[in-house]
């Protein structure tokens, strides 16, 4: 059974950075080197919106944080990473990983991790 752990949120000021992992445990290697994985956020009273998605090609970033936060995944360790540098309040949020094949449809979730960015 695959399972997501997130961990690395916490608080801090406006313009701090903070790096997010996610383990991921019941994957094979080659199934987690060919899956789909991603991190999203959901802030208080907003819906879900997807932060970045990484396949085996290309990696994603969503509009609000394009040239702040880099997604990375270390596929040996079955990780995945999200190092979110000049952080806003707007940013405070919950945030997921997610794994599955589907990028569009994941079909795995972590219990996520809060982020609270202070001004």
């Known amino acids: 059974q695959v399972q997501l752990a997130e961990s690395g949120g916490g608080s801090v000021p406006v313009g701090g950075s903070l790096r997010l992992s996610c383990a991921a445990s019941?994957?094979?290697?080659?199934?987690?080197?060919?899956?789909?994985v991603g991190w999203f956020r959901q802030a208080p009273g907003k819906e879900r919106e997807a932060v970045a998605r990484?396949?085996?090609?290309?990696?994603w970033y969503g509009d609000p944080v394009k040239g702040r936060f880099t997604a990375s995944r270390d596929n040996a360790k079955k990780n995945l990473y999200l190092q979110m540098n000049n952080l806003k309040p707007e940013d405070t949020a919950m945030y997921y990983c997610?794994?599955?094949?589907?990028?569009?449809?994941?079909?795995?979730w972590g219990r996520g991790t809060q982020v609270t960015v202070s001004s």
């Open positions: 997610a794994a599955g094949f589907n990028c569009l449809d994941l079909d795995y």
């Open positions: 019941g994957y094979t290697y080659d199934d987690y080197r060919r899956a789909c």
């Open positions: 990484i396949t085996a090609l290309t990696t």
